[in-house]
C-alpha cells in the first residue's frame, strides 16, 4: 500500500509554500510580427522622434499664415500655387511669401510655410489658390517630436504587447522585441484507466480528459505546454516520463497522488526530488502535491478532471503567471449573488464551482469525478473553512475559468 498523506495542510499555507518557490524568468528577441501577447521583459524609450518631420494633419494648403492675414469669404486672399505634394513625398520647392503648395494629409510641412489652411475655405483656380479664411501659426501642423521625443519612455518591463502596443512599437521601427521566454511546462497524466481520445474504449478504461482541459489552461497562463502523454500507474513509467522532462521550466501531472496502491508520483519524487506539500485541507484537491525535482516546481493535481482543473486555477495558475510575466485581467473575477443556498463541507476550505445563468452564480452541485461539471462550469468561488452555510442571495467573487 502507499504512504499516507505527510500532513494536511491550510490551502493559505500552500499557497505562501509555493508563492516562495524560486523564479528563472528569461529572456528572448523576437520579430516584431511574432510578439502579439508577449510580454516585453525590457523598458522601451523612443529611438526616433514621432512624428519624425513637421507633418501636415490636414488636406489643404501649405501657407505663410502672414499672407493669409484678414481674408473672409468677402475678401479672399490669392496665393500663387507652385506645387502640390501628398504623405511619403519630399518637398522639392519652397514657400515663398505670395505662394502657396497644396498639400495632403500626413505629408512634410515644405520650407517657409508655418501654417496649413484646409481645402474647405480655398477655391483653386488657374493655378491660384483663393484663401476665404485667416491661418493661425502652426495651424494643422504637427511639430517634429511633437508626440514623442527621441529617449522618451514609452513602454515598461512587463507589458502584455497587445496589438495597440505592437503598433506603438512599429511607430519606432523596433524590428527585434526583447520578451520573456515562455516557461515550458511539461504534462503528464496518469493512470491505468486513462486512455487517448482514438483508442477503442474497453470496459474499465475511460478517456484522458485531464491532458486537454491542463495542456490549454497551461496555455492561458502564457506558458508553452509539452504533453507527454498518459502514464501508468506504475514507479518505472512515471518516473520515466518526468526524466523525459528535465528540460522543461514546471512538470505537472494528474492522478497518482492519493495515499492508497496508486500513489507513485510521491514516491518518485522522494527519490529524485523533493516533496513540500501531500495533502490539502481543501475540496475538491485533498490529495495534491507540491514538490521540485532538480529545482524545477512539480504539481501532481488529483485525477478527477474538476477537481484536477479546479486546483490547477486556485494554485498553479498563478505561479504560472507569474512566472511568464502574465497578470489576471481584472475583469476576470466577477461580483455576484447566489442563486441557492449552499452548504460546505466543515473544516475544509472549499472552491465550488459555478454557473452563470442571468447575472448570478449557480453553484454546480456535482462529484469532483463528473464531466459535466467541468461542461457547465463558468467559474468558481472560495468557500472559508469555517463557513458551513452560504445563504442564497450572498455576494461571491467569481474567479472566471476562462476570459470572456
Not at 524568468?25 to 516584431?32: A, Q, Y
Not at 506603438?168 to 511539461?186: D, R, S, T
Not at 497518482?256 to 475538491?284: M, N, Q, R, Y
Not at 475583469?331 to 463541507?345: A, E, I, N, P, Q
Amino acid at each position: 500500500m502507499g504512504t499516507e498523506f505527510l500532513k494536511i495542510i491550510d490551502s493559505e499555507d500552500v499557497k505562501g509554500i509555493i508563492e516562495n518557490m524560486e523564479i528563472k524568468r528569461k529572456i528572448e528577441k523576437v520579430h516584431l510580427t511574432d510578439a502579439y501577447l508577449r510580454v516585453l521583459a525590457e523598458n522601451v524609450h523612443a529611438a526616433i522622434d514621432l512624428p519624425p518631420f513637421n507633418r501636415v494633419s490636414r488636406d489643404g494648403y501649405a501657407v505663410k499664415a502672414e499672407d493669409t492675414f484678414g481674408a473672409s469669404e468677402d475678401n479672399p486672399v490669392t496665393l500663387k500655387l507652385i506645387d502640390a505634394i501628398g504623405a511619403g513625398d519630399k518637398p522639392e520647392k519652397e514657400v515663398e511669401k505670395g505662394t502657396c503648395i497644396e498639400v495632403g494629409t500626413g505629408a512634410p510641412v515644405p520650407e517657409g510655410a508655418d501654417a496649413v489652411i484646409m481645402v474647405e475655405f480655398t477655391e483653386k483656380v488657374d493655378g491660384h489658390v483663393y484663401i476665404h479664411k485667416s491661418a493661425a501659426i502652426k495651424q494643422w501642423i504637427a511639430s517634429k517630436g511633437s508626440d514623442v521625443s527621441e529617449g522618451d519612455f514609452l513602454l515598461a518591463s512587463g507589458t502584455l504587447l497587445t496589438h495597440d502596443k505592437i503598433g506603438v512599437l512599429g511607430a519606432i521601427g523596433m524590428g527585434e522585441v526583447p520578451v520573456f521566454k515562455k516557461p515550458k511546462v511539461a504534462v503528464i497524466s496518469t493512470g491505468n484507466e486513462i486512455i487517448n481520445y482514438d483508442e477503442t474504449l474497453e470496459y474499465g478504461k475511460v478517456y484522458d480528459i485531464n491532458s486537454q482541459t491542463i495542456t490549454n489552461a497551461v496555455k492561458s497562463c502564457g506558458c508553452t505546454p509539452v504533453y507527454s502523454g498518459v502514464a501508468k500507474d506504475d514507479y518505472d513509467d512515471i518516473r520515466t516520463r518526468i526524466e523525459q522532462h528535465l528540460d522543461a521550466d514546471v512538470i505537472i501531472t494528474s492522478g497518482g497522488t492519493s495515499a492508497g496502491a496508486g500513489d507513485v508520483l510521491k514516491l518518485v519524487l522522494d527519490d529524485i526530488g523533493e516533496v513540500f506539500v501531500h495533502g490539502i485541507a481543501v475540496k475538491p484537491g485533498k490529495p495534491t502535491i507540491v514538490g521540485k525535482i532538480n529545482n524545477k516546481p512539480v504539481f501532481g493535481l488529483p485525477g478527477y478532471p474538476a477537481a484536477a482543473l479546479t486546483i490547477f486555477h486556485v494554485l498553479v495558475a498563478p505561479f504560472l503567471r507569474k512566472m511568464a510575466s502574465v497578470s489576471r485581467r481584472k475583469s476576470d473575477v466577477l461580483r455576484l449573488k447566489l442563486s441557492r443556498r449552499y452548504h460546505s463541507s466543515r473544516g475544509r476550505h472549499q472552491y465550488v464551482l459555478v454557473k452563470i445563468e442571468n447575472g448570478m452564480a449557480s453553484p454546480i452541485l456535482k462529484d469532483s469525478g463528473a464531466i459535466t461539471a467541468i461542461a457547465e462550469a463558468d467559474g468558481y468561488f472560495e468557500v472559508k473553512k469555517n463557513v458551513e452555510l452560504v445563504p442564497e442571495g450572498t455576494e461571491v467573487e467569481v474567479i472566471l475559468l476562462e476570459s470572456k
